[in-house]
């Protein structure tokens, strides 16, 4: 109940393409679903969030699409470039009754060809 | 400026060492985490503190002894260090309050010999 699957493990798009991450998961208490980037050599860091309350949340580029109902949730990114090249990776955590431990999915490895 | 901070960014040893990694935040957090990421980069949880208090701890080796001097600091010592413990740990830490997101610094990759 605790686990979030999170598909592809890699992904290869083309300059310009739409990179999309999905991700599962089966514990309906979590409430937060946040993305990290990871760069080679360096921490995630995060990227974007949502809540349950709210179907899909953009900043720029990213975009988050939620269904509860389903529960999975994914990452679009749009116009996708060479820097964006990285490790994705999805996470769900609950509130301080869980001490804000994230549950995280396995990662995806985004490469983005020029 | 860094906001989690580790030390060393590297660390070679042979099997059997001991060794201690040094995590400082200067983000006034209150919660601080340890996770393991292997070759595969795999993100696994091993412990997390809250003010001090030791509140998460996954099935890890007794081998690994987090500490925390005081809430900013989170030290993770390793005893007889194996060839399995090679990997990437990071450090984290995360603020008071739901759906905060955590802040993680850049890593220590143990290499065992």
């Known amino acids: 109940q605790q686990q979030v699957k999170q598909s592809p493990q890699s992904l290869i798009v083309q300059k310009g393409g739409i990179s999309i991450i999905n991700c599962a998961y089966e514990?309906?208490?979590?409430?937060?679903f946040p993305w990290y980037q990871q760069f080679p050599g360096k921490g995630p860091a995060l990227l974007i969030a949502?809540?349950?309350?709210?179907s899909e949340k953009k900043e720029g580029r990213f975009t988050i699409s939620f269904n509860k109902s389903a529960k999975q949730f994914s990452l679009h990114i749009m116009d996708s470039q060479p820097g964006d090249s990285a490790t994705y990776f999805c996470?769900?955590?609950?509130?301080?009754?869980?001490?804000?431990?994230?549950?995280f999915g396995d990662g995806t490895t985004l490469t983005v060809k020029p | 400026d860094t906001a989690v901070s580790q030390t060393p960014k590297y660390l070679v040893t042979q099997m059997g060492n001991d060794k201690s990694i040094k995590c400082e935040q200067n983000?006034?957090?209150?919660?601080m985490y340890w996770y393991k990421q292997d070759s595969k980069k795999f993100l696994k949880i091993m412990f997390s503190?809250?003010?001090?208090?030791?509140?998460i701890n996954e099935t890890v080796p007794n081998r690994f002894s987090p500490k925390s001097p005081d809430k900013a600091h989170l030290n993770l010592h390793i005893n007889s260090l194996e060839l399995g413990d090679s990997a990437v740990y990071f450090c984290?830490?995360?603020?008071?309050?739901?759906?905060?997101?955590?802040?993680f610094g850049d890593g220590t990759r143990l290499s065992i010999l």
């Open positions: 984290a830490s995360k603020g008071q309050g739901d759906n905060q997101p955590q802040h």
């Open positions: 514990n309906t208490a979590f409430d937060y």
């Open positions: 949502i809540r349950p309350d709210v």
């Open positions: 996470a769900a955590s609950m509130r301080v009754t869980n001490a804000g431990k994230s549950t």
């Open positions: 983000l006034g957090h209150d919660t």
């Open positions: 503190y809250n003010n001090k208090e030791l509140i």
